[in-house]
């Protein structure tokens, strides 16, 4: 099921932002995670500084979801962040926030990155999948 998303005004079908963004197939998406607990972790505030990021990879059939522990330093514009997110192929994250040189970095390698205020990684991909994300425009400053 695909709803019609509104961003500053403009009106927008979600299903065309899924195809277009999957190319209607499978998906892989990142999300800053608190805990290693499946769809059940909360998501971490903090992209930089997330203990782990939840990779998660969608179908039409199902839902698998791996974490990987963030073992790196801490920089700005989360370096190691990126790292793990290119490396799994993650074409789209969905966070709470970041900072502006992650945001920057992330769209500069052509990743899509979207604002969630969901607590659960479950709760933030099926905001996901009905279409309810806005892509994130600005981060915050250091």
Do not use: W
């Amino acid at each position: 099921m695909y709803t019609c998303v509104y961003i500053d005004n403009m009106h927008i079908d979600a299903k065309i932002i899924y195809e277009k963004i999957t190319g209607g197939d499978s998906m892989v998406i990142a999300i800053p995670a608190l805990d290693n607990n499946g769809l059940k972790s909360r998501i971490s505030e903090h992209f930089g500084r997330a203990p782990y990021f939840a990779i998660v990879e969608l179908t039409d059939e199902k839902i698998d979801v791996k974490h990987i522990a963030n073992t790196g330093e801490h920089f700005h514009g989360g370096s190691r962040a990126i790292d793990v997110v290119i490396n799994h192929n993650a074409s789209v994250v969905i966070a709470h926030s970041m900072g502006q040189k992650a945001l920057d970095n992330l769209h500069q390698a052509g990743i899509t990155v979207l604002k969630t205020i969901a607590k659960t990684v479950e709760e933030a991909v099926f905001e996901y999948k009905q279409g309810k994300l806005p892509e994130m425009t600005e981060g915050h400053v250091h």
